[in-house]
């Protein structure tokens, strides 16, 4: 089989993308060292129309990007938050000769049925719906060409644009963020990986109410080809216009379908996006994609608890006590009183024991005026630097902060959380983890 990820590919990739991105640098730093005035909303906007062409990793590392307060300026963040992960899928020919590479050439005798036009297409593969012999509907999902290539060249271009914000504003030090971004995007190409974590989900998930996982098929499946049952669902957004009571429950699905895993095992679905999931008739959450999955120290969970409990008593010590379980490292008494000016924002839902909206506004405005407090206040103070595990728990609590927003749901969150933690013991959800990640075949992250 051709080498499809060799360094010709990943040389016109870094071409392409160099193209892209070095006008971005070439543009902050003469504005930072020469003094040239640019306008960011049509720089911005240009940046975001040359990524979305580009298609591929880049597009999900802005996407990523784009939900971390302060990893990149206002003005580009907006626009890269529009980035919707839906690439040209793969016409017929080119499938044909993909499946072949991975199943060999008798593919299509696997399968009863296979539709060759692509059901759902996103940056980094595409997904066929098929049927098997014994009457099983299937998901099959076929990672495009040159990836790996592409990954590598992209990740290039990600160290290119920090290393240039970095210069330009020191408030947030984004080295973890680019660890954490690069180890999770690498993961992502490996769908054995991701088989494992789906066989994670299920375990885990398997009595919780309101949540359904797929189950893999390993026969049909590869490191870069995944064959799944299909979960039949529709769009979150045509519920949107249902009664309250509907979108309560979806609500309250999809917050168990993210939280039991992090507080009663230690795990994250780091990608709350609309494609993500879909919803059943009867209003249950089928989870679809588990290529970005955080596993989480124990530490590190009980360190969200306590952070709660510190703002719940306004107790400052508690406070940092729990930051440096997260991994924040020399805190003074000014950066903490920063840092929990956005605890606050966040926990907000959780801190108040009533039925309540996810956020008093229906807009995002307040949030990114916090934002803008916080950054702020940081750069005065030098900046601070998040700890890894910092980027996909923040990055799921505030997508699916957005996803509550959008079905303007009115719940108890504080009970749910409540209902989660109040039994919360370190050396149980140590003993829980390790059973379960053995039983999937899976390790601890770094």
Partial sequence: MVNE?????????????????????????????????????????????????????LMKVAQILATIPDA????????????????????PPFVRRRMAGELGPEWRSKFNTFDLNAAHAASLGQVHRASLFDGRDVAVKLQYPQMSAAVEADLKQLRLIIAVYKRYDSAIQPEHIQEEIADRLREELDYSLEARHMAFYNNILSDVPGVQTPISIPELSTTRLLTMSWLTGSK?????????????????????AWYVPFYK?????????????????????????????????????????ELYLALKDKDRDRAAA???????????????????????????????????KIQDSDSGHYGAEVAQTVHKELRRLGGVAPPREFVLMDRAAIGLGSVFMRLKAELNWAEMFQNLTTDFNINVLKQRQEEALSASGLSKHN
């Fill in 265 to 305: 095992y230690g795990a994250i679905h780091g990608d709350p996006h609309l494609g993500n999931y879909s919803v059943t008739s009867d209003f249950q959450v089928n989870l679809l994609d588990f290529g970005c999955i955080r596993i989480f120290p124990p530490s590190f969970v009980y360190g969200v608890i």
């Fill in 72 to 91: 990149i300026p206002e003005e580009y963040a907006e626009e890269l938050r529009q980035l919707q992960a839906d690439a040209p899928s793969m016409g």
């Fill in 236 to 256: 979150l957004v045509d519920l949107i216009d249902s009664p309250v009571e509907i979108r309560n429950t979806v609500a309250e699905n999809m917050f168990r």
């Fill in 5 to 57: 990820d060799g360094f010709t590919s990943r040389a016109r990739r870094f071409a392409r993308t160099t193209r892209t991105v070095g006008g971005l640098a070439a543009k902050l730093a003469s504005e930072r060292y020469l003094g040239r005035t640019i306008n960011r909303e049509i720089h911005a906007g240009e940046l975001r129309e040359a990524i979305g062409n580009l298609k591929g990793p």
């Fill in 322 to 356: 729990a930051y440096a379980a997260w991994g924040f490292a020399n805190l003074s008494n000014e950066l903490l009183d920063v840092l929990n000016i956005w605890a606050n924002f966040i926990y907000a839902p959780l801190l108040e024991d009533k039925v309540r």
